[in-house]
Structure formats: C-alpha cells, structure tokens
C-alpha cells in the first residue's frame, strides 16, 4: 500500500521557518522523482520544488528560489522541504507528489501552512 503522509505544517509568523517532511512507503523511493506542491485558498496547486530521482537535481518556482530547499533521504524514503522567510502569500496546503517514469504518481494529503502575525 502506497503512503505518503506530509508533517511539520503550523502557524508561523512573516520571516519565520518551517520544515515539512514527506515520509513515504510502498514504493521503490530511490527510483521516484519528488515534489512539493501548495495550494492557497481559492487557487490552483503550484509547484513549489522538485527533486529528481538521478543525482538529486533540484528545481523551484521562482518566488521561493533562495528560500526554500528541498532534500531527499532515500534510505528513509522522505522529502524535506525547508522554507525559510517565509511570507503571508506562502501560506496553504502543501502536498508532496512522487512521480515514477510515465505511468505512477501517488499524492500525500497535505499538510497545512499558515503564515501570519
């Protein structure tokens, strides 16, 4: 059975950090190209980060390049997302996607970010 289950969402003020973990199972992780994904009320999912599955080459929206860094542990089969300075339009849900060649893709639930004073 596949799973992927987000955590490390909350509340945090303008500036602050959170680390969102995506812990896996199910699935041949190390051959899974990975990613975090927001969705803010009212608007359509984004991608916010990417890691691939061959050498760990990462790639990011534009609003969070130099803030966010997302990482990989094959051997613990999660995906970190670290975001730091965070900002209000940052805030929603943030899902974790593992995409496998042409044919797989499996989604966690997500996990809720918050982002005010």
């Known amino acids: 059975q596949v799973q992927l289950v987000e955590s490390g969402g909350g509340w945090v003020q303008p500036g602050g950090s959170l680390r969102l973990s995506c812990a896996t199972s199910g699935f041949t992780f190390s051959r899974y190209a990975m990613s975090w994904f927001r969705q803010a009320p009212g608007k359509e999912r984004e991608l916010v980060a990417s890691?691939?599955?061959?050498?760990?080459?990462?790639d990011y929206a534009d609003s969070v390049k130099g803030r966010f860094t997302i990482s990989r542990d094959n051997g613990k089969t999660t995906v970190y997302l670290q975001m730091n300075s965070l900002r209000p339009g940052g805030a929603g849900v943030y899902y974790c996607?593992?995409?496998?060649?042409?044919?797989?893709?499996?989604w966690g639930q997500g996990a809720q970010v918050t982002v005010s004073s």
């Open positions: 890691i691939s599955h061959v050498r760990s080459s990462t």
């Open positions: 996607r593992a995409v496998g060649g042409a044919t797989w893709e499996f």
